[in-house]
């Protein structure tokens, strides 16, 4: 018992913080604190991070500014103004414009839509296959589990870029191609990691308590391995959400995403970077849309982090 | 001459996020050379924050804030990292609890060993794998040449302690700090390993520092014991001195909560109420003072120093309990006088038949040894549990013990429904459990349940308790919201928490209230019969007598019966009234308790109850070569015949023969051996259960 050094880990520290173990001592101390539910001392440890309090900030921020923003500031990002081609930033265009006349700062706002749009919705399907296909193969174990993961294997195998690039000769990649380009890869790493939660969830005591108690499967998988696995799933989805992001700036970037005259915050860094070794320094065409991939990203990662340990009940205050 | 060793009002904190824990608090003691210093407590009372202080091993966010550390009077621990190195391993050794986690499992032993030597000492590489032979050899290694290319996990957990001990010595330390190194081991081994500490430190004029929460371990082991007790030193002396006259109340209660003594006497346990202070808010005045029997109002505001009648005896307490003391008001001065004996000596046998709640007929059980990951071929079977047979009355409490992978817990666990049996006969109030099936057997499920070991894997952590407590009656159906309530309350009341306990979490309660709530959760569905699976060993002393005795209080209360799972003697006679020995899956001895353990039939029983640390100096030293040799063989090929005549010290041809059959030696009392301990009776009216049919079919585990 005594290995663990104490205060390395909360879990130990138990013993030591109710000081008695008389029925009076602790009625004492539960008289102290008020009982709160799980999703509020979940937000008491997600605030104690500021980081991520400061990334939730951002996202907010980066949100109007992509959805509200282009309401108030109008700009044409349809009809291509060849007269404005490359002007610096000025009053009139404070991020200046790139070679076809566009704004920039208009288009940051629509390209964030896609972006955001895109990463959310690639993430949330992506999620959702993967959590319910691994959380079957899991449950069910055995050869089926194998067979099935098997499965998952064969798809990780297979060249991805390759097929992406064969896609967007094909179709005509919009944002609706794009979500489902980047879902059909991203899902198979969800699958493994909620399959391996599953796995350790079946054979978790609470579980099997609930065989000796008479209780059905349904409702072990319904009251105790689900709400169990529900903090990785969130997390998940959260970095699935920056991942999706940077893998359609990637895409944008190598002219396979969404096509002109939509366009994302990669496909913006890509054209940017055909004026960046031309002698002027164009500074506006990359900086902008570089950093706000790289803000958005971080934001979504740190978040995902004060999640997880939002989700562990040990670390909660008591 | 200078000790070897020493610390004089060491002080070492830990910054949390929020606090401080104050984990060494001003604790002096010193290390003779060629001596053992045993230091004893309950966990989080900052043992083995000394022993890393000394090492400067700390966990993140630990330092020493104070104090000194001289080792051959020079101070050590104001060195830097790179001096510390130095010592580390070559000073100074160190075995930690688990060697599992302790040795690097993608190197040979051989390599790690050689490790150390090389980075202390100016060796070749050829060298340095001599001296790896050299060591392995001295701690007792077989064929220690040839092992020296195998990996970890090639090696049992006594052979792997055995590694890291190995590892230890490599450079000659002047002190070895050993870390609880017989916790994760079964009783047997940790004989074995903690003799070769004795040993080696007779040899090799070594100071050992034996850091651990088991009496029975310093007892035999220790020259002299330092007490420890919320960061503090409580107690310091000589062992003899401490066991025959501990001074410190807390001492005092450590002694009495065992339950070896308890046992003998049949009393109740004594229980030190409530928990160990916590350390970042440390109480003013004496800590041990909120549960302390003989606290009076100076102890609530006065820190007692650390003093005594003599330099060799120190206790830091103002009412010091004494030899005059106890004589008048001894342990059950402040309890209430012994209770109804729980072990009364049965008249009747706990053979299988109508008498008894629970019989278990030829239970077998093997588990299929499989290979590949997708078409999981069959290569082998393991053998978990061949053959047993036995009853447990109704209203008492029938022990399994035996070491880890003996079968006792699948057993438990097939009784309850978690495994399914490869045949034999569950009879359950006279009915066969197998038979019933469907909506009977749901409700058949009421009656018998079973109670975890680790009370915190067993709680779901998203489920406040009392949700907890109300999913049985949920799950089963059985009355409405209000009435679930009420009896939720209740039984919140009969273990002993709060109403108000039902809002909260499992992770807000302490080990001890956790395992109370995990026992309420199994009397929710008013069973007969409760399955204990290990229910205390993961508990302290102080915290592990007041659930025995809770046990009890409910079992009168109640009118429960317990199969009672564990691998400690000592907590199974106190509990039991009729015990059964197991081994590699068979059952070699049962009968009543006082019998099994006082007069053992088979050699087994025998060495278990020798290798138990018991909590008395003089009679740990007397046992001196005794207990079990060697190591548990795999049940996946079990030898043939008596399956322990590999470690049997009487064994002969026959026993590798023939399988020995459950013969009667008394009233009740059966063992399966050849060369019994004690003359069997030959004509004794008690049936021995018809074993012989079972044999067959008992072994189908060994691979042609």
Known sequence: MAVIPPGADPGHMDTAVIPAETPEAIEAAIAASKPRGLLRRGWEVFAENKLALASLGMLVFILLFCFIGPLIYHTDQVHTNLSQSLCPPSAAHPLGCDNLGYDQLGRLMVGGQTSLEVGFAAAIVAVLIGTLYGAFSGFIGGPVDSFLMRIVDAGLSIPYLMVVIILSVVFHPDKLIMIFVIAVFYWLGVARLVRGETLSLRTREYVQAVRVMGGGRSRAVVRHIVPNAIGTIIVQTTFAIADSILILAGLGFLGLGVQAPATDWGDMLSGGLTFLQSGTNYWWLIYPAGLAIILTCIAFNFIGDALRDAFETRLQRR | MAPLLEISDLRTEIKLKQAVVHAVDGVSIHVEAGETLGIVGESGCGKTMTALSIMNLLPVGGHIVGGSIRLNGDEISNLDDEAMRDIRGNEIGMIFQDPLTSLNP???????????????????????????????????????????????????????????????????????????????????????????????????????????????????????????????????????????????????????????????????????????????????????????????????????????????????????????????????????????????????????????????????????????????????????????????????????????????????????????????????????????????????????????????????????????????????????????????????????????????????????????????????????????????????????????????????????????????????????????????????????????????????????????????????????????????????????????????????????????????????????????????????????????????????????
Not at chain 2, 124 to 149: H, N, S
Not at chain 2, 189 to 196: A, C, R
Not at chain 2, 332 to 343: N, Q, V
Not at chain 2, 521 to 545: C, F, G, H, K, Y
């Open chain 2, 106 to 704: 993608t190197m040979t032993v051989g390599r790690q060993i050689a490790e150390t030597v090389i980075l202390h000492r100016e060796v070749t590489k050829e060298q340095a794998f001599d001296r790896a032979v050299e060591v392995l050899d001295l701690v007792g290694m077989p064929k220690a040449r040839e092992r020296i290319g195998d990996y970890p996990h090639q090696f049992s957990g006594g052979m792997r302690q055995r590694v890291m001990i190995a590892m230890a010595l490599a450079c000659e330390p002047k002190l070895l700090i050993a870390d609880e190194p017989t916790t994760a081991l079964d009783v047997t081994i940790q004989k074995q390993i903690l003799e070769l500490i004795d040993d080696l430190r007779r040899r090799l004029g070594m100071s050992v520092i034996l850091v651990t929460h088991d009496l029975g371990v310093i007892a035999g082991r220790a020259d002299r014991v330092a007490v420890m007790y919320a960061g503090e030193i409580a107690e310091t002396t000589a062992t003899g001195t401490l066991f025959a006259n501990p001074r410190h109340p807390y001492t005092e209660a450590l002694f009495n909560a065992l339950p070896d003594k308890a046992a003998e006497r049949q009393e109740r346990l004594y229980s030190i109420p409530g928990a160990p202070p916590d350390l970042t808010h440390p109480p003013a005045g004496c800590r041990f003072a909120p549960r302390c029997r003989h606290v009076q109002d100076r102890c609530r505001q006065e820190e007692p120093r650390l003093l005594g009648d003599s330099p060799d005896h120190r206790f830091a307490c103002f009412y010091p309990v004494g030899e005059a003391e106890r004589k008048g008001a001894t342990v059950t001065a402040a309890e209430p006088p012994p209770a109804a004996p729980p072990a009364a000596a049965p008249a009747a046998p706990p053979v299988t038949g109508n008498g008894s709640l629970l019989s278990i007929e030829h239970l077998v059980k093997n588990f299929a040894v499989t290979k590949g990951a997708v078409l999981q071929r069959r290569v082998g079977w393991l053998s978990a549990v061949a053959d047993v047979s036995f009853g447990v009355r109704k209203g008492e409490t029938f022990g399994l013990v035996g070491e880890s992978g003996c079968g006792k817990t699948t057993i438990g666990r097939v009784i309850v429904g978690l495994d399914k049996p490869t045949s034999g006969v569950i009879n359950f109030e006279g009915k066969d459990l197998a038979k019933v099936s469907g909506r009977a057997y749901r409700r058949q499920r009421r009656k018998i349940q079973f109670m975890f070991q680790d009370s915190y894997a067993s709680l779901d952590p998203r489920m406040r308790a009392g949700a907890i407590l109300r999913e049985p009656l949920v799950a089963q159906h059985i009355g409405s919201r209000a009435e679930q309530q009420r009896r939720m309350e209740e039984m919140l009341d009969h273990v002993g928490l709060p109403r108000a306990a039902a809002e909260r979490y499992p992770h807000e309660f302490s080990g001890g209230q956790r395992q109370r709530l995990g026992f309420a959760r199994t009397l929710m569905l008013s069973p007969d019969l409760i399955v204990a699976d290990e229910p205390v060993s993961a508990l302290d002393v102080s915290i592990q007598s007041q659930m025995l005795n809770l046990m009890t209080e409910l079992q009168r209360e109640l009118s429960l019966t317990y199969l009672f799972i564990s691998h400690d003697l000592a907590v199974v006679r106190y509990l039991s009234s009729d015990i059964g020995v197991m081994y590699l899956g068979k059952l070699v001895e049962i009968g009543p308790a006082d019998k099994v353990y006082g007069t053992p039939a088979h050699p087994y029983t025998k060495g278990l109850i020798d290798s138990a640390p018991v909590a008395d100096p003089v009679a740990e030293r007397a046992k001196v070569h005794e207990g079990v040799t060697g190591e548990l063989p795999s049940a996946i090929s079990p030898p043939s015949g008596c399956r322990f005549r590999t470690r049997c010290p009487f064994a002969q041809d026959l026993c590798a023969e023939a399988e020995p059959l459950l013969r009667p030696f008394g009233p009740g009392h059966l063992a399966a051996c050849h060369f019994p301990l004690i003359t069997p009776a030959p004509e004794l009216t008690v049936a021995a259960p018809a074993v012989a049919g079972g044999i067959a079919d008992g072994e189908p585990g060994a691979p042609g």
